[in-house]
């Protein structure tokens, strides 16, 4: 696994570089921004906090004067929900139109970051699990298990990371529509190329080669 953090100009969308023969763009796409809002945002239980100081003011103002009352103690607390929540869905918004996930025939590739653009080459033989998180209206997160001992900064990656997971953390295609089949793409293909034989060549003799199992 590396990590590419310059400036220089990709070679194709959410690719640092074109890729080498033989290997194929399976899938490209982004998250959904409605679903990152509420997954990684937790836009929902800011809603729910905004909805209860909205209730217990006007609440107050009710016990005091009324619906008159009530109305003009709640409302501004309305608007500032409403432009609390909008701050939020924007984020989400720009974090998922600067991101491009890229599933290939040999790895997967996040190019992630709105202000500093990061890219994650993950290779298929440095994965050792993928994990779907699937849900109802088919959006959902597929973290990556990697091998090996490098980690993965929260702060560079973030929100592009297997949420709750502390002790080590996976770089994850968060919030991706139709995430059921992307998950079966990847899957097949890391399949393929785990197990797909190499090809081996002497260079001491001229007799035919044939192919060495891939460790």
């Given amino acids: 696994m590396s990590g590419h953090d310059d400036f220089a100009f990709d070679a ?21 921004a409605w679903a ?13 906090y905004f909805a209860l100081i909205v209730l217990w003011r006007a609440g107050a103002g009710f016990a005091d004067g009324g619906s008159a009352l009530a109305l003009a103690m709640g409302l501004p607390y309305v608007m500032l929900a409403l432009l609390g ?9 720009v974090q998922a139109r600067a991101t491009t996930y890229t599933l290939t025939t040999a790895r997967v ?23 779907l998180d699937l849900r109802r209206d088919g959006t959902g997160t597929i973290a990556l298990d990697t091998l090996g001992e490098t980690r993965i900064s929260v702060l560079v990656a973030w929100p592009h ?17 139709d ?19 190499q090809v081996a060549r002497s260079t001491h003799d001229t007799a035919p080669f044939a192919p060495v199992a891939a460790e």
């Fill in 109 to 131: 590739v996040l190019r992630i970051g709105a202000a500093l653009p990061v890219t994650f080459n993950l290779p298929f033989v440095q994965v050792g699990a993928a994990n």
């Fill in 179 to 197: 995430a059921a089949r992307v998950a079966r793409l990847l899957a097949d293909a890391a399949e393929a190329r785990v197990t797909a034989p």
């Fill in 36 to 48: 990152l809002a509420r997954d990684a945002y937790r836009i929902r239980w800011i809603a729910g």
């Fill in 12 to 32: 194709l969308p959410g690719l640092p570089e074109r890729p080498p023969q033989g290997e194929l763009i399976l899938w490209q796409g982004r998250p959904d």
């Fill in 161 to 177: 990371l297997r949420p709750g997971l502390w002790s080590k953390t996976q770089p994850a295609l968060r919030s991706i529509p």
């Fill in 85 to 93: 929540l909008g701050i939020i869905y924007g984020l989400a918004w």
